[in-house]
């Protein structure tokens, strides 16, 4: 073996070594770090279209699937297994003697990409600490926003998000909507308080009606939004979104009209939960809530 082969060895036997131990580390703390797949991401999205190819320079921590090879690197592009050698050997002598590579292949969706062609250049170039290579990518259209950091959990919730648009056509209806989730169902009860609206208002119809979901945006969910926006009181629950503490907060206003009566305060209600909650595991703060409601809450509105 030549002294090139054995650097090369070398750096594989490296990144071989990075990828067992994160899969160690990934089983101990339940994390997911495999790629996602191509087919079911564009299954979950409904992707439309797609733009004209065009080159770009791409960072490479923001390629978070592939169309294939699944199983041969996981999301860091760490090689899997040992049949990547020979290829990924290769490529590791090109970089030394400086040749130039032909631009990996992408589908982007959002501010995510997906490898079309081109993973053991991305695995490559990631194990010497390049950051981002020429790329041709191809885009395609999805109703919701996707960030660079989508994975599987929130591949579930912008799923979820696109059926909920495609049932309300809110995105049409408010333009200027962005209701995002980091927990699972939280559209599907969007589409009961919706329901619960319409109900409200008169009209018994099966599908809600425009007319139905622009008075619940405008009437419901923004006021409360505001509210949480005007308090600040998203700082107090770190990775969460405007979206969760709505359903929170409109859960715990409806436990307190049913032990207080029907004219308490969302304003009030939403800085309470905020004071009683806030900095809290969201476990944790629903013991809590749950203690509170059943011996003080009356007397803290009033």
Sequence with gaps: MGMDDAVGEARFERARSKAFW??????????DTRLLRWAEASKALHVQGQSPRRLEVVPLDRI??????????????????????RRWRDISRAYDAGLSLPPIKLYQIGDAYFCLDGHHRIS?????GIRQLEAEVI??????????????LELEIKAEYNRFLERTRLDELRPEQRIEFTLRGGYGRL????SLHESEAGDESLAPSPQAICDWYDQTYLPLVEIIRDHNILADFPDRSEADLYLWLMDHQAELRAQCGPDVDTERVAEHYAERHGRHLIARATSALRDWLSQDACELVT
């Design 191 to 194: 589409l009961e308080h919706i």
């Design 124 to 128: 490559v170039a990631r194990e010497r």
């Design 139 to 152: 885009e395609v259209k999805t109703r919701v926003p996707v960030s660079d950091h989508l994975d599987a």
């Design 64 to 85: 978070v699937g592939t169309v294939g090879r699944y199983e041969d690197f996981d999301r860091a592009f760490l090689p899997n297994n040992q049949g990547l050698a």
């Design 22 to 31: 994160t899969k160690i580390v990934a089983l101990l703390t339940r994390r």
